[in-house]
C-alpha cells in the first residue's frame, strides 16, 4: 500500500511496510527418529497469514543419522507431514554417523486467495536413502535451530512468489 499525502501513521501501517516477525519457533530437543516415513518433528504455534500479504518462511536445522552416507529431506510443511511444501531442502547429505549436518533453507511464499489463513508450520523429515535412523537434533549453545516466519509485505512486491493456499 503506497503511503499517501497526510495519511496518519499508525502502528499497522509502519507494520505493513518493514518486514517483521509472525513467528519464530526454537528446535530445543532432538526429535523422534524415523527411517523412510515422513514424520512431523515440531510445529511451529498458529500463524494467520493476511491476505494481500507476502512471508518469508525460513528453517535452519541440524540433522543426523546413525548411519554415514545417509541422505534425508526436510521440509516445513502446512499443519502436517502430508500438508502442502513451503520449504525443501532435499537430500541433505550425513557424511558421518552421529555427528550434525546443517540443513537451512527459505521461500517468500504470499497469501492472494482473498481470505486470511490460519494455520500452523510443521517441520518434517524423511531418510531418502541409506541404512540408518534420522532425526532433527535439538539446539545447542552453538547452535539454535529454528522456525521462522516474516511478513515481508505487500504481496504484489513478489509476483513470482510461492502460492499460500
Not at 50 to 62: E, P, S
Not at 69 to 95: A, C, I, Q, Y
Not at 122 to 127: G, Q
Amino acid at each position: 500500500m503506497a503511503w499517501q499525502p497526510g495519511q496518519r501513521t499508525t502502528a499497522q501501517r509502519l507494520r505493513d511496510n518493514a518486514p517483521w516477525t509472525v513467528s519464530y519457533t526454537a528446535i530445543a530437543t532432538n526429535g523422534a527418529t524415523t527411517t523412510t516415513t515422513e514424520i512431523v518433528v515440531t510445529s511451529s504455534p498458529t500463524v494467520t497469514f493476511r491476505t494481500g500479504r507476502a512471508y518469508r518462511i525460513a528453517l535452519k536445522c541440524a540433522v543426523q543419522s546413525s548411519a554415514a552416507s545417509d541422505r534425508v529431506t526436510v521440509r516445513l510443511r502446512k499443519l502436517n507431514s502430508t500438508g502442502s511444501v513451503f520449504v525443501e531442502v532435499p537430500h541433505v547429505v550425513l557424511p558421518a554417523a552421529s555427528t550434525n549436518q546443517l540443513a537451512e533453507s527459505a521461500v517468500i511464499a504470499s497469501n492472494d486467495t482473498g481470505a486470511d489463513i490460519t494455520t500452523s508450520i510443521a517441520l518434517t523429515i524423511v531418510r531418502v536413502s541409506g541404512t540408518g535412523t534420522v532425526l532433527i537434533a535439538g539446539s545447542s549453545a552453538a547452535f539454535v535451530g529454528h522456525i521462522l516466519i516474516e511478513d515481508y509485505g505487500s504481496s504484489s512486491n513478489f509476483p513470482s512468489s510461492r502460492a499460500i493456499t
